[in-house]
T-cell receptor, first 115, second 114 residues
Framework: AQTVTQSQPEMSVQEAETVTLSCTYD???????LFWYKQPPSRQMILVIR??????QNATENRFSVNFQKAAKSFSLKISDSQLGDTAMYFC????????????FGKGTLLTVNP | GAGVSQSPSNKVTEKGKDVELRCDPI?????LYWYRQRLGQGLEFLIY????????KSGLPSDRFSAERTGESVSTLTIQRTQQEDSAVYLC????????????FGDGTRLSIL
């Protein structure tokens, strides 16, 4: 079974600065997908970024980018130019590449952006 | 609306009662998932539907939990004889048929058992 570990329960950053959230995972599969989801107080899970394991290039979405280290099974999220609206819980998630299937989530990191 | 819709948004009930939670997926999404999120925790997988069948029910915590889906659309999650440990947010997600397309989540139902 896959496991996802987020070792930082809480983090804070000043507005406009850069912050990196850590995620490691454990799997024996070679083909899989990794995700970062954001959950603000409204409860809705919002997809931030997605990475296919077979792609060596790190995914980017505007101010969000990942550092995907497949051999180390590490998948960190970098948020540049942090904004107050980035304050939320951030969850790292793993999905097997075998089928359209369930997500395995980490326990989350609460990010607070301070003015 | 165009997103995943869940109802009710909040549900408070007494221990021992049955509850039914509803999920309306995005139109055309054949895959549907239920997750449970306990306070301060990540999401736990409960059940996965492809069309109206459920290839994976492995996350259902006990036989008090059941789910069904009809018309490749609406799904209901039923919890019988609720217990206090069932208190959580129950989230539904849907995705298209194509493999490994991102899941789109609803806002969840917050269930509180008194």
């Amino acid at each position: 079974a896959q496991t996802v570990t987020q070792s930082q329960p809480e983090m804070s950053v000043q507005e406009a600065e850069t912050v990196t959230l850590s995620c490691t995972y454990d799997t024996s599969e070679s083909n899989y997908y990794l995700f970062w989801y954001k959950q603000p107080p409204s409860r809705q899970m919002i997809l931030v970024i997605r990475q296919e394991a077979y792609k060596q290039q790190n995914a980017t979405e505007n101010r969000f980018s990942v550092n995907f280290q497949k051999a180390a099974k590490s998948f960190s999220l970098k948020i540049s130019d942090s904004q107050l609206g980035d304050t939320a819980m951030y969850f790292c998630a793993f999905e097997s590449g075998g089928s359209n299937y369930k997500l395995t989530f980490g326990k989350g990191t609460l990010l607070t952006v301070n003015p | 609306g165009a997103g995943v819709s869940q109802s009710p948004s909040n549900k408070v009930t007494e221990k021992g009662k049955d509850v039914e939670l509803r999920c309306d997926p995005i139109s055309g999404h054949t895959a549907l998932y239920w997750y449970r999120q306990r306070l301060g925790q990540g999401l736990e997988f409960l059940i996965y539907f492809q069309g109206n069948s459920a290839p994976d029910k492995s996350g259902l915590p006990s036989d008090r939990f059941s789910a069904e889906r009809t018309g490749e659309s609406v799904s209901t999650l039923t919890i019988q004889r609720t217990q206090q440990e069932d208190s959580a947010v129950y989230l539904c997600a849907s995705s298209p048929r194509d493999a490994n397309q991102p899941q789109h989540f609803g806002d969840g139902t917050r269930l509180s058992i008194l």
